[in-house]
């Protein structure tokens, strides 16, 4: 059972930076396609980034040229860079792995 843990939320400015992890114990993260995915109040979960098993990188429009999404196979990590955030970025994001496999979440918040 690969069972994803986030880590790296925080509350930061307008502007600042955060870097979320993601580390995955019970299976090798090398096999997997992943991704980020965030949820704001009152909103649905939406696609944040992916990456899959070659390393190849998808990002929603809103997050484009801001966010890096990459993964280090050999420490079975996923991260999240996140630069410029914006108060819109506010939410609790979750990692995904192989689709199936869901983290608890960790909450964003950009306020001044």
């Known amino acids: 059972q690969v069972q994803p843990v986030e880590s790296g939320g925080g509350l930061v400015q307008p502007g600042g930076s955060l870097r979320l992890s993601c580390v995955a114990s019970?299976?090798?993260?090398?096999?997997?396609?992943m991704g980020w995915y965030r949820q704001a109040p009152g909103k649905q979960r939406e696609l944040v980034a992916t990456?899959?098993?070659?390393?190849?990188?998808n990002y929603a429009d809103s997050v484009r040229g801001r966010f890096t999404i990459s993964r280090d196979n050999a420490k079975n990590i996923m991260y999240l860079q996140m630069n410029i955030l914006k108060p819109a970025d506010t939410a609790v994001y979750y990692c995904?792995?192989?689709?199936?496999?869901w983290g608890q979440g960790t909450q964003v918040t950009v306020s001044s």
């Open positions: 995904n792995i192989g689709s199936n496999f």
């Open positions: 019970g299976s090798n993260l090398r096999y997997y396609g």
């Open positions: 990456i899959s098993r070659g390393g190849s990188t």
